[in-house]
């Protein structure tokens, strides 16, 4: 009697080994249809808040209205905004791979735009005085991890366990090189009635990834 109970403990063990996943393996990024989110594939990121949380991301003119162009959030949820690529630091064309929670990524619009000639790469401004506020910006690059680069990568992070939400944070410490770092959720900041993002101790903003139907240039 004991060895048969002994032998449907191991088993249970040994089932629940092969079931757990790797310890400290973060989990893979889940669109709003519960795929993994693909690096080097087209997504969109939407406001979970409908209505009056806004909604898809876009571009417009800095806060001093000239380029580099920052990020911004249309007011009205009928807007998906532009697709976006994320690129982590060991992506190539041959290895892409899946885009994990809390992996470094930089991230790429999709978009023509000719009024400001321009990588389309997300990066931390410079500390805005006059606002009292770190805002995302464009004209940043991909790849070449390292302290020059540190203001040009971003995480994606759960923003609630119930669902596949996430929040953007900046604290690249994992490329950075350096322990001094920038280290703090993303949300909106209202420059007039334009909603930019900017770093945040507040309320970060919540999206979920939709895919979009395009083709990387």
């Not at 990024?29 to 406001?47: P, T």
């Not at 990066?123 to 464009?138: H, L």
């Not at 366990?161 to 690249?172: E, G």
């Not at 959720?185 to 101790?201: K, P, W």
Request: hydrophobic residues 35%; aromatic residues 12%.
């Amino acid at each position: 009697m004991k060895s048969s109970l002994l032998a449907l403990s191991l088993s249970f063990l040994f089932f629940a080994l092969l079931t757990k996943p790797l310890s400290g393996r973060p989990d893979p990024l889940l669109d709003h249809d519960g795929d993994e989110v693909e690096a080097g594939r087209a997504y969109y990121i939407i406001s979970v808040i409908r209505g009056g949380g806004g909604g898809g991301l876009t571009l417009s003119l800095n806060r001093n209205g000239s380029c580099p162009l920052d990020v911004t959030q249309h007011s009205l949820d009928i807007f998906r905004g532009y697709p976006m690529f994320f690129f982590p630091t060991n992506y190539s064309s041959e290895n892409r791979g899946h885009v994990h929670e809390s992996m470094d990524v930089n991230i790429l619009f999709y978009a023509n735009i000719i009024s400001c000639n321009e990588p389309m790469v997300w990066k931390v401004d410079n500390y805005d005085e006059k606002r009292g506020a770190w805002f995302i910006t464009t004209n940043g690059v991909i790849g070449n991890p390292g302290p020059q680069t540190m203001k040009n990568w971003f995480k994606f992070v759960k923003a609630d366990i119930r669902d596949n939400t996430y929040k953007i944070v900046h604290c690249p410490s994992d490329v950075s090189g350096s322990t001094v770092n920038l280290c703090s959720d993303v949300g909106i900041n209202f420059v007039g009635n334009v909603r930019h993002l900017a770093l945040t101790s507040g309320q970060p903003f919540r999206f979920y990834f939709s895919k979009a139907q395009v083709l990387p240039s």
